[in-house]
Antibody, heavy 125, light 106 residues
């Protein structure tokens, strides 16, 4: 079945970087883009960016510009999200989510149809 | 950025009730609106896409409607497993944004 399995929880000090992985299975990895979304404790979901897995093109939210890097290893069917210069406000659960491109015949629509289980990143001195 | 605002933020209901959650976008997003359900400690789950299309495997008691700036998610005949947090999300333009969530509780 289609599945995204993320790496385990991380504890980091302020100023450090973290890299979270997301291994895909059950579908053709190159055929779908991948999003990264985070959720700080008690907060709404926040979109961080996405990668076109086929060609490697990325787009990031301005809220993370310069600090986030999304990449992929097609040979390993794995996407990555690296966040640098961590601060306490980056403590959150980080999710990868598959992009679903919906063709209605007249328009393309998009949704996130498969999600990883989440990776907790704690930033604390 | 497009702001998404849900109402109410929380809602108390009982099994068998019909409930409606509203989502408003700060500008027109046509039908680029998705709904997700999230249970404690779990990842969000896609329920509704393109405002009104039911994701495969989602019970038919869930329905969505709306276009432009105003959208609704309706759940008829609430079941115990429906008590969760519901988020709307726009995919009209980057950055994709979510509503603040509606907590549906008993």
């Amino acid at each position: 079945q289609v599945q995204l399995v993320q790496s385990g929880a991380e504890v980091k000090k302020p100023g450090a970087s973290v890299k979270v992985s997301c291994k895909a299975s059950g579908y053709t990895f190159n055929s779908y883009a991948m999003h990264w979304v985070r959720q700080a404790p008690g907060q709404r979901l926040e979109w961080m960016g996405w990668i076109n897995v086929g060609n490697g093109n990325t787009k990031y939210s301005q809220n993370f510009q310069g600090r986030v890097t999304i990449s992929r290893d097609t040979s390993a069917s794995t996407a990555y999200m690296e966040l640098s210069s961590l601060r306490s406000e980056d403590t959150a659960v980080y999710y990868c989510a598959r992009d679903w491109k919906i063709d209605t015949g007249s328009h393309y629509y998009y949704a996130m149809d498969v999600w990883g289980q989440g990776t907790t990143v704690t930033v604390s001195s | 950025d497009i702001q998404m605002t849900q109402s109410p933020s929380s809602l108390s209901a009982s099994v068998g009730d019909r409930v409606t959650i509203t989502c408003r976008a700060s500008q027109s997003i046509s039908s680029y609106l998705n709904w997700y359900q999230q249970k404690p400690g779990k990842a969000p789950k896609l329920l509704i896409y393109t405002s009104s299309s039911l994701q495969s495997g989602v019970p038919s008691r869930f329905s969505g409607s709306g276009s432009g700036t105003d959208f609704t998610l309706t759940i008829t005949s609430l079941q115990p497993e429906d008590f969760a947090i519901y988020y709307c999300q726009q995919s009209y333009s980057d950055p994709w944004t979510f509503g603040q969530g509606t907590k549906l509780e008993i």
